[in-house]
């Protein structure tokens, strides 16, 4: 029953002991020796966060993301990918604070500044089955640590999402998010944003969030995410 396996999950959540998903140390779900092997390259775009680029990028110099920047803490590999892992399919919500304090860092090293912070939202069919939204536990944690509010309710996502494997290339990718999101109750206008998720993968769906915010008045919006995967 539904309703059975929610209390079940509830319980295993609050049994995960704080071990590294690297190394099994304890006291950290991700320790910092795990996380610096799975630290970014550089150079990377400054608008994508892709590596290998000293500059802009070939993909951004046709057409920009609606982001203004993208920062993340980590490549999606080995300590890095398990700790997504973790958070997104396993349940482990306890790791949230622990990931957004690599996130943290990143975003002060970038030097990067806001008004406040959006998580990436899910649609409400998605939240209903994972119960959770992930973005919104980094978000929640990264606000605590950076003195920054968090807009729960300022973007909604209007569409479920669709898979991007069967949107080969950046611009079928971009046409089958484009219109997912819409801008939320609260207002954004005037407002520099922090846009957050756990993964950044070709950036068509952050692109298309920051969109909407755009949409609904924010002046300017930084992607951040906790891992970037290398494509």
């Not at 993301?65 to 490549?75: E, H, I, K, N």
């Not at 949230?96 to 996130?103: D, E, Q, S, W």
């Amino acid at each position: 029953m539904p309703f059975l396996s929610a209390i079940w999950r509830r319980l295993g959540e609050g049994l995960h002991p704080a071990r590294c998903v690297g190394c099994g140390m304890s006291g950290t779900f991700l320790c910092d020796r795990c996380a610096a092997e799975a630290k970014p390259s550089e150079p990377r775009c400054p608008s994508c966060a892709e590596l290998g680029w000293p500059g802009v990028c070939a993909r951004c110099a046709v057409r920009r993301p609606a982001f203004d920047s993208a920062t993340v803490a980590c490549r999606y590999m080995g300590a890095a990918r398990d700790a997504v892992h973790a958070l997104k399919y396993r349940h482990v919500r306890a790791i949230a604070p622990t990931l957004a304090g690599h996130m943290a860092v990143a975003v002060r090293q970038r030097r990067v500044s806001a008004d406040a912070i959006v998580p990436m939202p899910v649609h409400a069919k998605r939240l209903r089955d994972r119960g959770y939204n992930q973005a919104a536990l980094l978000a929640d944690a990264l606000g605590a640590l950076l003195g920054l509010p968090v807009l729960a309710g300022a973007l909604v996502r209007v569409q479920s999402g669709r898979s991007q494997v069967k949107a080969p290339g950046h611009a079928a990718r971009w046409a089958n998010v484009a219109y997912d999101f819409e801008p939320g109750a609260d207002g954004t206008a005037g407002m520099r944003l922090l846009l957050v998720d756990d993964v950044l993968t070709t950036g068509s769906t952050m692109s298309a969030a920051a969109w909407a915010l755009k949409r609904g008045g924010a002046v300017e919006v930084a992607a951040v995410a906790f891992a970037r995967e290398e494509r």
